[in-house]
């Protein structure tokens, strides 16, 4: 049996869908359905969390050992959404990513980062008034820090913010509050990343 760890915010915790339809719920599930035996996923993740708040979660469920088969990690939106500076999203992102990497007992291969989707798309963002352009700058920066980060640990960044941007704004890929994306909009990240764990799980 893989274990599987999933950290991050309110993407992988869902806020404002069900259980069963939170992205890395349905990626254990499509997993099952391929004939991967893995448990349903470990969340530490809460809506609001920044990079900081995450490592001293992760630091209170202290010991989560290193038998992960599988460990994703989803998290910035809320550095960028709270202007904290890049250089500190660096430092502190590339200390999560060591620490999931030492989750999956030192597999980089077994460490999957998605993207930070683009909120500036929602209606959250209009009624805001905030600026989209903006939002997608800082976005784009956020994640290609990430992505060298993960790059510079051999371990596989999968791009969601493009889908994101294509359909975040559609009433079918939101939840009530018109800022979090809905099942539909998680299933099409899972659909994104399952070709990866699954190769990565039968191969990595």
């Known amino acids: ?24 719920v349905q990626l254990a599930d499509a997993l099952r359905r391929e004939g991967i035996a893995i448990s349903d996923p470990r969340i530490i993740a809460t809506t609001g969390w920044t990079t900081s ?17 599988l460990v994703t ?35 980089a291969s077994r460490v999957l980062v998605p993207s930070i989707p683009d909120w500036g798309v929602t209606p959250h963002a209009r009624r805001e008034s905030r600026d989209r352009a903006q939002i997608a700058r800082d976005i784009d920066a956020f994640n290609a820090t990430a992505h060298a980060v993960c790059d510079n640990r051999g371990v596989t960044f999968i791009d969601i913010t493009a889908i994101s941007r294509r359909h975040g704004g559609e009433s079918d890929m939101l939840a009530n509050d018109g800022l979090h994306p809905s099942a539909a909009m998680y299933g099409l990240w899972t659909g994104l990343i399952l070709p990866v764990a699954r190769d990565r799980l039968r191969n990595g």
């Open 73 to 107: 990690l989803l998290i910035g939106v809320n550095n960028q959404y709270r202007g904290e500076h890049l250089d500190d999203y660096r430092r502190e992102f590339t200390v999560l990513l060591d620490r999931a990497i030492a989750c999956a007992d030192g597999r």
């Open 53 to 69: 708040e995450l490592s001293a979660a992760m630091a209170a469920e202290e010991p989560l050992g290193k038998n992960w088969g």
């Open 1 to 24: 049996m893989i274990h599987y760890l999933a950290l991050g915010d309110s993407y992988t915790i869902g806020e404002g869908v069900a259980e069963h339809g939170r992205w890395p």
